[in-house]
């Protein structure tokens, strides 16, 4: 069987390129990975072997990240750090039947510069952002490469207008960080509305967004409307209980002691009551009503799974405005956003009338749901992508050989 090399970029990246690698092992193929940016944690978990030594940006790789946290990478090493992983690439390349590439420019150009065989999920990029996708030079030329095997789009409107384009098939099966929440069952309706709060994933940005989400909760502590609601957040595990309890010691917040669950951490703030979890991202959001993001792909999972999602702008290094405003375009309507304010007071002000208007719509617009499970289908697809793209290029390679 062919061997392949998983190139990714980027921590969601990363969960896809993990996810396309074990279908492909269960399918007989030989299977590496060479994460660009980033440890490389998804790979790791399911024991498939990274190539060279990692290391963690702040940013979490180039795109839409502030000035500032772009400047910190490149003085902290990230261009050093980026021609040995192009290098490392082009070394192994012989060991290799075909690259998987999984992201954006950078990981094509790994391809390109190693001259290699490959297939691409071509995960960064949609025609949603302008209604016709405006690649960033030279990646068109790289489309056309008769290297290229088979692209997979993130979406159907980007597959229908890279066909266009390119003058060659682009597919759309879906996306692959969507499968992780296959072996979860879909809850039961239930009456209290419950709020996921997920501050992002990477440190000092995820402290300073948690801090924001903090001063969003004491703000709603005045109104008893949100008394009965449920506030959970999902944190990661470099976000440690200390850290948690430190900061919300500091803010006054009180500690319920929870004798059933002393893994997690319960706090109250007057009438809002906290609920701190690790490990436990994909079984909160799928019983989640209304998700409060400073995240990406983790925002891109939520809106797959039809539910709203309430922004607030962030300073960066990742979860800036621009980035937010490109997450708007590319999920659709639903996901819902404080824009019109000059100061943190007023962006928590607005942000507050979004939620009570999204708890309206959930309760007494019976067309509000089935709207967002249209968007999902039309923005992510359906779950089940790995199965299909992994499905997809064992036919190329049958018919080739």
């Known amino acids: 069987?062919?061997?392949?090399?998983?190139?990714?970029?980027?921590?969601?990246?990363?969960?896809?390129g993990c996810l396309l690698a074990k279908q492909l092992i269960e399918l007989g193929y030989k299977v590496d990975a060479l994460p660009i940016v980033g440890n490389g944690n998804n790979y790791s978990k399911e024991k498939i072997r990274i190539l060279g030594k990692t290391r963690l940006f702040a940013t979490g790789g180039l795109g839409y990240n502030s000035l500032k946290g772009r400047l910190d990478d490149l003085v902290n090493g990230q261009i050093i750090y980026f021609f040995k992983k192009l290098f490392l690439a082009y070394s192994?390349?012989?060991?290799?039947?075909?690259?998987?590439i999984v992201g954006d420019i950078?990981?094509?150009?790994?391809a390109w510069f190693?001259?290699?065989?490959?297939?691409?999920?071509?995960?960064?990029?949609?025609?949603?952002?302008?209604?016709?996708?405006?690649?960033?030079w030279p990646c068109k030329f790289f489309l056309k490469s008769k290297k290229l095997k088979k692209i997979y789009a993130r979406d159907l409107l980007t597959a229908e207008d890279l066909t266009n384009q390119l003058k060659r098939n682009v597919n759309f099966f879906g996306n692959p960080f969507m499968d992780e929440f296959i072996r979860y069952k879909k809850r039961s309706k239930n009456?209290?509305?419950?709020?996921?709060?997920?501050p992002g994933s990477r440190i000092p940005e995820m402290q300073r967004n948690l801090n924001i989400m903090l001063d969003l909760l004491e703000d709603l502590s005045n109104l008893k409307i949100f008394k009965d609601f449920s506030f959970e957040f999902a944190l990661v595990d470099s976000f440690s209980k200390k850290k948690i309890e430190k900061i919300l010691h500091n803010r006054s917040w009180e500690f319920c002691p929870n004798k059933r669950d002393v893994k997690n951490l319960i706090?109250?703030?007057?009438?809002?009551?906290?609920?701190?979890?690790?490990?436990?991202?994909e079984k909160l959001l799928i019983k989640s009503d209304v998700v409060i993001s400073m995240s990406g792909t983790a925002a891109e999972q939520a809106v797959g799974l039809a539910k709203p999602v309430i922004q607030i702008e962030g300073s960066g290094p990742q979860f800036t405005r621009s980035f937010a405003f490109a997450q708007r375009r590319l999920l659709g309507e639903y996901v819902f956003c404080a824009t019109n304010y000059k100061t943190k007071e007023q962006q928590l002000k607005e942000t507050i009338k979004i939620m009570l208007k999204v708890i309206y719509l959930l309760k007494l617009d019976a067309r509000f749901l089935s709207q967002c499970k249209k968007n999902a289908i039309v923005r992510i697809g359906e779950i089940g992508a790995c199965y299909k793209i992994s499905s997809n290029i064992n036919d190329y390679l049958?018919?080739?050989n």
């Open 398 to 400: 049958k018919n080739a």
């Open 1 to 16: 069987m062919s061997r392949f090399l998983v190139i990714s970029n980027g921590h969601g990246e990363d969960l896809s």
């Open 114 to 136: 190693s001259r290699k065989k490959y297939f691409l999920y071509l995960v960064a990029y949609s025609s949603h952002y302008d209604g016709k996708l405006k690649l960033p």
């Open 191 to 198: 009456a209290k509305i419950s709020f996921l709060l997920l």
């Open 267 to 281: 706090y109250k703030f007057k009438l809002i009551k906290i609920n701190l979890l690790w490990k436990s991202f």
């Open 106 to 110: 950078v990981p094509i150009l790994f």
């Open 92 to 100: 192994v390349r012989k060991e290799y039947d075909y690259f998987l």
